[in-house]
Each structure stands twice: as C-alpha cells, then as structure tokens.
C-alpha cells in the first residue's frame, strides 16, 4: 500500500515543514455559537480558542453537549441553521474564515479544508454513483475534466484501501460496508489535498477493529501530506493514541488544553480528572468500583455565571459558582480554566 | 456501595415542551398562524353546521314567492333564488348538509379501513398478503363512478351519500393504519412490552395505536375538503341531495341558470365551497406539522 | 443440570443450587431474507445465530461481546423468547421454554427482563413514566391496584430518580435518566435474570460509569443475574464474571473473566484487544499493535470451517476445511482454533499483554 500511496496524495518532506512553522495553520480566537429556537437560545459555544499548525494533531474532545461538533462545523461554516456564530475570529491561513465572500468560502469547503463528517451511512447521497460524489468535487474544485477526474479517483479510492478501485466507481453507497463508506468519505475530504483536515467522530459508527484501521488511515494520510488535524471525539483513548495535542470542551466552554502527554500526566481541571476516572479501561483484574461524575451534563440554554462545571464539582468553591474562570496558562502549553485545579499528585478522594 | 446522587428535577431538553403528546402537539400548532385561522374558520363552519335551525333566518324549506331573485337587502341579506328561498338560509343549512357528508364519508372509511389495516397486519402471511391484494382491486375501481352505480342502484339521501363515498375512501385509511402498525410493531419500546409479557391485544391498543393516531388524524382531515368537493360535484350533476334539502352543489345547480340575474346565487355556494375546502386543507397541514414536527 | 421435573409455573421459583438460572445449548437462529432479483426471488438465508451454548448462574454476569453482525444482540432477544429461534434448547429455571404454553412462557417472562440500546426508543413516547413503570405490575397483578403508586415510587427512588417522574414523558429527560427508567420497569416485576443489550453504548462516558455501577449495586442488592451485551471490551471486563466472545455467529472464546482478560488465546479475541484504543499516550505509542485487515463476511454465506480465517494472520488449510471446535484449554477457558496455544505464543496482532498487567486501575 505504501507504493500506491506515491502519487495519489502530495508527500511534504522538508524537515523544516515538520512540525510546523511559527504562523499556525488555523487559529480560532474566542469563538462563540448560538441557535436561537423558539423559545430559548442555546448557546452551544461559549468562547473556544484552539490553534492548528501543519502537522499537528488537535483532539477535541467533550461528551454530548459540549459543542465540539459544532465547533468544527464552524470552521467551514457549515453550522446548520438556526445556529450561527455570534462572536470571535476563524483565521486560516492568515484569512479571516467568517467575513469571506461566500464564493471565497466555497473555494476553502473541500478544497482547502476537508471535512470527514460523522455519520458514514448518510454523508454519502444514495442515489448518485461513487464516481460521481468524486466528479463533483474534483471538477468543482480543481476543474477537471471528466476523464482526468476518473483517474484521479481511482488512485484516492486506492489511497485509502479501497481494493479493486476500478470496479467501485459505478456502485452505489448501499452496496458498500460501514467501513468501506468511511474510507469513500475520507477520499473525498483528501481528494482537492486540502491544508486541513476535520474529522467530526470519524469512528464512532464503526465497530472498533474497522476504527483502528481508520484512524491508522487517517495518520498516514496526515503524516504524508503533513496536514493540520482537528479531530473530534468523546474517545479519550483515540486522543492518547492519535492526537498530538488535546482541547476538552464542556458546556461549550474549553476547561483545559495541553499536550497528550501533558493531559494524561498532570490532569489539572476537575472535569479532566473526573472524565479520565471513569473511562472504562482494559484492565486485569475488575475493579468494582466506578468513578463516576455525579449529575447530569448541564442545558446550556442560559449564559451560566460562574463554572460551568461547578453543580457537578466536587471542589467547587463559591467563587466558582459565581465568577467564570478564565483559561490561563498554569505550565507551557498547558492551560486550563478553573478555580481550584487539581494540584499534580493530589488524591482525589472517589 | 455508594449510591450516586442526582441533582433535583430533570432539565427540559432544549427546545422540548414538557408534558404530553398532545400537549406539545398544541403548542407547535399554536404556532402556525395559518393554521390558527384555518382551524378557527373551519370550527366555525362546523358550529354553523350544528346550529343551523337556531341560526338560520328562515325555515329550511321556507318559499317566499313574493320575493323571488330579489337582491340582497334587509330581509336577505345575500337574496333570494328563484324560488324566493333566502340564499343565507340555504347556504347555512346546505353547511350542515355538506359537513355531515364530509365528516361521515371519512368516518365510514376510517371505521372500516383501520380495524382491517391493523388486522392485515397483525396477522400477516396469506391473510395479509390478501388483504394488499384488496387494496390493490378497490384502488382500480373509480371511487366517483362506484359512488355514482351505488346512488343509481340505491337511491340518495344525505346518509347514503356519507355511506357510499365513504366506502371508496376506506382503501386509504387501511393502508395508512397497516403501515403504520408495521413500523411500530417493531420499534423497541413494543419489544419491551412484550419482554414484559403484554398480550398482544393490549400492547395494540395501548401502545401502538396511541402513536399511530396522529397520521390517521391528519389523513381523515385531509379527506375532507374532497369529499366536500365531491359531493357538491354529485348535487351539482343532480345526483346528490334532493329538494328540499339543500346543499352547496345542489344550490350551484339550482341557480347556474340565473347567473347573469343574480350572480350571488352561485357566488354564496362556490365561496362556501372554497372556504370549506381551504380551510379543512390549511387545518390537516397544521395537524401535520404539528403532530409530526419531523415532517417538513 | 435441572432435576426435569416442571415446576408450576407462577410460584416464586427457587433455583437450586448448582443449577444454572438460564441454560442455552446449541441455539440457532436463521432468518430468511428474499434476495435480488425482479420476477424470482431467491431465499437467502442469515445466519444470524450458528450454534451458541452458553450457561449462567444465580448471581452471576456473562459478558457477550461482540462486533457488528457476529449474533450477541439476536441472542440476548431469542433467549428471553422475544424471537423464535430456529434450533437449540433455551432453558429458564430449568424449564424449555420451547415446550410451554403460551400463558406459562407469559408467565415465566416475569423473571427475565431486557434492557435496551437506545433508552429513549426504548420508551413509549405516548406514556408517562408512571404508566411505563406500572404497566409491568398490571399486567402480572403483583401489587395490589391500591399499592401501585407507591411500589412505582419505591423503584424510581431504587434506581435515583426523582419522585415527580412519575408524571412526565420520557422526552423530558436525558439519555441516562431515560436508561434509569428502562431499569425500573425491568426491575418492577423481580426479575432473575436482566438481558443488558448494549445498556451503555449510547451514553456519554461520565454517564455510562454511572449506570454501571447502579447495575452492579442492583445486582448485589437484589440477587440478579446479567447477559451483559456489549461491543466495548473495556465495559464487559468491569461487569462480567465469565466473558463470551463472538464472531458472525459463534462463540470463539469463552472464559472466566480474568482468565480472558490476561491470555486471549483466540486470534479474533487478541485482534479485539489490540484494536481497543489505550487510554495512556506513551503504553499507546509503545504498543505495537497490528490491525486486523479485511471485513467482516456476509452473514449471508459465512466461511467454511473456522470463520475468522479469512482474516487470520494464522490461517492454514485445516482452517477451512474443519470448523474448529470450542475446546478447554485452560481451567475454564474454552477456545475454537486450531492454533490456539501457538495463537498464544505468536501474538499475531499484539496483544496489549503488558499493557493490560502494568494499567493500575483509576489511571493518573
């Protein structure tokens, strides 16, 4: 597969492009997303800051209600409606994402930003032919012609594993497995070999043997192309093995972002602790006892003052029921918005 | 053992009403200023329909020879035909006429339709299988023309015309209510009753058909406005109501001949018409939107 | 083994001691599915269940895991009676359940209960809480009509809701809360035996660690017995006492809990490990792990003799010609491979052996 790989997607190689260069590929800057219903407003995102750099792996990860997809729908703008961004800035690649001309943004969705979204089994149109999700694109895009765009998806659908590609292009979605759709859905994000690619839960679908073999996937594809990555999960497990970096969201505020290593070493915010207690682990012997986080995950249908964390908190003091912290920097590349964080080594009694 | 403490009442879902079904239901329909009006109009032309001796200026068979094709004027506030009858009283009884056929025609259906539309799906197999083949025989048959042999064999009167387009209606309602009860059967919450040991008349009845209701709702308001049509259609071919009762079509027959006399004598019945139909049509949409907030 | 006699129905069985609660032997499940084509149809057939034998005791949790397609959900529904299986012996309280009559089986369903996957599907949307959790005790008359209210609120106070549920719908409330309900119903009629299908996986992680270990206090409160099903590995090895494996069909492993968790001598059981993602960074890079390659094949037409061959790293000819059969290999531990004591020794997918030993429960 190696071999096949050449030539389907660009290989960055200087070593001075590894890493990344001082500009970040992405930066969002106190980013704030509401849906006005009816009857109350959810505010769905309150103030996300995370940046990207070539190369570099960003797991964002949060459970049902923190605002993680939507805030990766936001950067291709693509929040559906009655959902819109309210606040902050979207830069990529020096240019300011929310203030782009619509025909400009055009050009970004899918050409420079891919995204994977979440559910294989309805991004793909049923009734539209394989090699035509790619025609799309590809002429959309990077204009090709009919003929050219059939060769280059061939080698995309090639890239990503798909075996006799050639004889794929005329199915449809339904005849394909869960994990063969997925592998479709990345080539399409790859196909215009976008700077920066947004995984919204690519595996969650997916039984977990055909997850390992997408996110290796996905690896490849970003360590060869030398993307930039934002991945989205509520898996702390695909963060500690396939991300660089780590932003943990909750009730659409950022509680801590660090390092991988940093995060899993010097968890410091409560709610990290707490979700890291109680990820179930292969472990050899049963436990029995289940560190759970008490109450439930809050309906951030109010601009909370104070914590958003706190009623579920077990260190939570009064300043944090009344005043937000703000995210400050407690170590290099490791910040966190709390009061009273755990300190490093502290028992927390369960 | 620690028991995991929760904190006080449940938060409402975003976006969520509490309470029941129906409750939430109301509060969508609420919503829809379209089908306020249209609802309102048609609860109207319903009460009209009830209380036509009491509102009804005139007897219903009432003939003022003195006053024939007089125009609108105190007396008649919309004039009267030919005949002297007062066009407002005619329109007002000829609702009652026409709204007893257009809720008894889709009653019959439904009454005859569900229970076999349920059935043919419980039981499934051959007796379902002939059960779709029935359906596909009674949609060959032309509803109106059935209607039509049935009121030439059997005669008319404003119960009979509820009866025989009735019949022609109840394809729909068993197909409707068979589909239903299949998609619900196998929905887990059913499966849960039945893991609890629910017989299976009970789980229809209290489980099933409670979710079910609310397309069976929207599709019998929905046939209202054609029934409503078809039979003014009927009265106006002569085939429908005969004197002296009076009813939309029949007052449009009536007086087709005298148009260019007093065009009023047509206009009262196609507007009632109109807004009959309109009206039902606006209200079964809101049901639908509201009943069903995923349907768009 | 039951002693055969059939006990009356309806009386508050006594399991003796010894004799397994639920005993399972040989289950087939088949489903006919009519297959393309315009005029003539074919019937093809899915092997959804192909010969499972499984015991579970008083008190007791088997963990069924599983991938997509392999049977453990069709399981967990056939062995309450919910589907009709196609062959095989289902054994509750030591009665056939093939062989009772239509009230009898009613009857019995008292004792075994199922949970479901999906908490707000699994709830009458048209019912409030109360009705949801009262209907279990009309319908088997075990509480006096006077008492219902009050045996309603004793449930909900058991599985920690607030007692104003009662008169809510299930949409009011979150995906746990709405599990907590689906407990209590289950739990209203004093069952022996709950079939956990996926209980968890649609929940958010903070949530999942508190459904289970409300299930694991219930268990040690009320005597219960668990089928736990689920696809998590993580999640069946902090509730199981024996843990089954399955793949389209069959069981390949089956072992006390720790016995599995420490050696997996099956190939699909190591490649299951080897794919679960490790919640450390550095064990996570150290691991070197081999993904299994390929799909999973139709249901429709499995391989012959061992049907994980066609992705086993380990396959050979016998592998395809004999089916292999589910042997011990240890105390308790039964395995279907060929190759199982050199499945052992090659770790062909790199079992997190040393990561599973070295995890000190709790993480940080």
């Known amino acids: 597969m190696t071999d096949e790989l050449v ?35 959810i505010f769905a995102v309150q103030g996300l800051s995370l940046q990207v750099r070539a190369g570099e792996r960003v797991g964002v990860v949060g459970e049902s209600g923190s605002g993680k997809s939507v805030s990766a729908l936001s950067v291709m703008r693509m929040v559906p409606s009655p959902g819109r961004v309210t606040g902050g800035e979207i830069v990529f690649e020096g240019r300011d994402l929310l203030h782009l001309s619509p025909a400009a943004m055009h050009h ?79 080539a399409l994000a790859m196909a215009c070999q976008p ?24 690896d490849d594809l970003v360590d060869r192309s030398n993307l930039g990555a934002i991945l989205i999960t509520h898996n702390l497990g695909i963060v500690a093995g396939h991300c660089d970096r780590v932003v943990v969201m909750y009730a659409g505020r950022v509680m801590e972002t660090a390092t991988v290593l940093d995060l899993f070493d010097h968890p410091s915010h409560p709610y990290t602790v707490g979700l890291l207690r109680c990820v179930p682990r292969l472990a050899a012997t049963r436990s029995r006892v289940f560190a759970a986080i008490p109450g439930l995950p809050p309906q951030v249908t109010k601009l909370i003052q104070g914590c958003p964390f706190a009623p579920r908190c077990e260190r939570a003091t009064d300043q944090c029921r009344a005043e937000t912290p703000p995210l400050e920097e407690i170590a290099p590349g490791h910040s966190i918005a709390c009061w009273n964080p755990v300190e490093t080594g502290e028992k927390i009694a369960s | 053992m620690t028991a995991v403490p929760l904190p ?104 005859i339709g569900v229970p076999l539309g349920i059935i043919a799906g419980w039981f499934g197999g051959l007796f379902d299988w002939f059960a779709l083949r029935l359906f596909e025989l009674f949609t060959m048959v032309p509803t109106i023309l059935a209607a039509l042999l049935f009121i030439t064999v059997f005669g008319v009167s404003v119960w009979k015309l509820a009866l025989f387009i009735g019949i022609t209606l109840w394809v729909g309602f068993g197909r409707l209510a068979r589909a239903q009860y299949l998609a619900l059967r196998d929905r887990d919450f059913v499966l849960a009753a039945r893991a609890t040991g629910v017989p299976a008349w009970r789980i229809t009845i209290v489980h099933i058909l409670p979710n079910a209701i609310g397309p069976i709702i929207v599709y019998f308001v929905q046939q209202v406005p054609y029934v409503i049509f078809t039979a003014a259609g009927f009265s106006f071919l002569g085939l429908g109501v005969q004197d002296p009762l009076a009813d939309w079509g029949k007052m449009i027959n009536d007086s087709v001949n005298y148009l260019s006399l007093d065009p009023l ?19 079964g949409d809101g049901l639908r939107d509201a009943l069903d907030p995923t349907s768009r | ?142 509480v006096p009509r006077n008492q219902r209210r009050q045996r309603v609120q004793e449930l909900l106070e058991l599985v920690g809701l607030p007692s104003d549920a009662v008169s809510r719908f299930p949409h009011e409330f979150s995906g746990g809360q709405c599990q907590r309900i689906a407990i209590a119903r289950a739990l209203a009629v004093e069952p022996s035996l709950i079939v956990l299908d996926e209980p968890v996986s649609a929940l958010d992680v903070s949530i999942q660690a508190q459904i289970l270990q409300l299930l694991t206090d219930l268990q040690d409160r009320l005597g219960l017995s668990y089928l736990f099903i689920a696809h998590d590995l993580a999640v069946v090895g902090e509730m199981s006492d024996r843990v089954a494996v399955m793949y389209l069909g069959k069981i390949v492993e089956l072992a006390e809990r720790d016995s599995l968790y420490a050696r997996p001598y099956h190939p699909y059981t190591q490649a299951l490990f080897s794919a679960v993602p490790i919640a450390d960074p550095r064990l996570s890079r150290e691991h070197r792990r081999v993904v299994v390659s390929g799909e999973v094949p139709s249901s429709l037409d499995p391989p012959s003799g061992c049907r994980f061959r066609t992705r086993c790293p380990m396959a050979q000819e016998v592998c395809s010609a004999e089916e292999p059969p ?39």
């Open chain 1, 108 to 186: 970004i969705r899918g050409g420079q930003v891919g995204l994977i979204p979440q559910n294989p089994l309805t991004s793909l149109n049923p009734v539209i032919t394989i090699e035509s999700h790619f025609q799309e694109v590809l002429s959309l895009h990077l204009g090709l012609s009919k003929h050219q765009a059939r060769e280059r998806t061939i080698e995309l659908l090639r890239s990503v594993g798909i075996p006799h590609p050639a004889t794929r292009l005329q199915e449809y979605p339904h005849r394909l497995s869960g994990g063969q759709r997925q592998r479709v859905i990345i």
């Open chain 2, 8 to 111: 006080g009442t449940p938060a409402v879902t975003a976006g969520q009403v509490s309470g029941s079904f129906w409750h939430a239901a109301w509060y969508r329909y609420r919503q829809n200023r379209l089908a306020l009006v249209a609802g309102g109009v048609a609860v109207m032309i319903g009460l009209v329909a009830i209380l036509a001796p009491f509102i009804a200026p005139y007897g219903d068979a009432s003939i003022d020879l003195t006053a024939t094709l007089a125009g609108a004027s105190g007396r008649h506030l919309l004039g009267t035909d030919q005949l002297g009858r007062d066009t407002l009283t005619r329109a007002i009884w000829g609702d009652r006429t026409s709204m007893t056929i257009a809720i008894g025609a889709p009653a019959i259906g439904l009454v």
């Open chain 2, 265 to 283: 004598l047509v206009l009262v019945p196609i507007g009632c018409i109109g807004l009959a139909c309109l009206s039902f049509s606006f209200l």
């Open chain 1, 195 to 218: 700077r920066l690619l947004i995984a919204d839960e690519p595996t969650t679908a997916l039984d977990v043997t055909i997850q390992a073999q997408i996110l290796e996937l996905i």
């Open chain 3, 326 to 364: 589910l042997e011990a290999v240890a105390d308790g531990h039964l395995v279907a491979c060929h190759f199982a004591e050199e499945a052992v020794r090659r770790d062909p997918f790199g079992t997190p052996v040393t990561a599973l030993t070295s995890q000190v429960d709790g993480g940080t």
């Open chain 3, 1 to 142: 083994m039951s002693n055969g006699a059939v006990r009356e129905v309806g009386e508050r069985d006594v399991v003796l001691a010894g004799a397994p609660l639920l005993e399972v032997d040989g289950l087939v499940v088949h489903y006919h599915v009519r297959g393309p084509g315009k005029v003539f149809r074919s019937h093809e057939t899915v092997h959804a269940v192909d010969g499972v034998s499984l015991s579970l005791a008083s008190r007791e949790t088997l963990g069924l895991v599983g991938e997509s397609g392999c049977g453990k959900s069709t399981t967990g529904r056939t062995v309450l009676y919910l589907d009709r299986p196609t062959a095989g012996t289902i054994r509750f309280q030591g009665q056939d359940l093939s062989k009772l009559a239509a009230h009898d089986l009613t009857a019995l369903r008292r004792h075994m209960q199922i949970v479901f996957q999906d908490p707000i599907a699994s709830l009458n949307p048209r019912h409030t809480v109360g009705q949801l959790i009262g209907e279990p005790l009309k319908i088997h008359d075990l």
């Open chain 1, 7 to 41: 030539g389907a997607v660009p290989v960055v190689s200087t070593e001075a492009d590894r890493g990344g260069p001082e500009v970040p590929l992405l930066e969002i800057r106190d980013l704030q997303v509401s849906f006005r219903l009816e009857r109350n407003t």
